[in-house]
Nanobody, 114 residues
Framework: QVQLVESGGGLVQPGGSLRLSCAVS????????MGWYRQAPGKQRELVAF???????SYVDSVKGRFTISRDNAKNTVYLQMNNLKPEDTAVYYC????????WGQGTQVTVSS
């Protein structure tokens, strides 16, 4: 069974940076469009960025210019570089396919606070 393991979260001050990683088990990683999602307390989970198997990327407006999604198909890993973090970026971050096809992992907590 495919598993998703997110890591890299933490507490950071506004304006700071974090790099999230998501390791995906299984041999089929390279064919999927992969995405990063986040869920803030009391809010629905939202897709904030995704990357196709060929490397085409897309971002929600609120993170454009600050977040960068990338992938390493040889390592079955997708990354999210987050710069100039804001308090409103505070959430649990998850990875999954663009359609949320795979079993969800535990996520990684990102807290932006002074």
């Amino acid at each position: 069974q495919v598993q998703l393991v997110e890591s890299g979260g933490g507490l950071v001050q506004p304006g700071g940076s974090l790099r999230l990683s998501c390791a995906v088990s299984g041999r089929i990683f390279s064919i999927y469009t992969m995405g990063w999602y986040r869920q803030a307390p009391g809010k629905q989970r939202e897709l904030v960025a995704f990357i196709s198997s060929g490397g085409t990327t897309s971002y929600v407006d609120s993170v454009k210019g600050r977040f960068t999604i990338s992938r390493d198909n040889a390592k079955n890993t997708v990354y999210l570089q987050m710069n100039n973090l804001k308090p409103e970026d505070t959430a649990v971050y998850y990875c999954n396919t663009q359609s949320g096809l795979l079993p969800w992992g535990q996520g990684t907590q990102v807290t932006v606070s002074s």
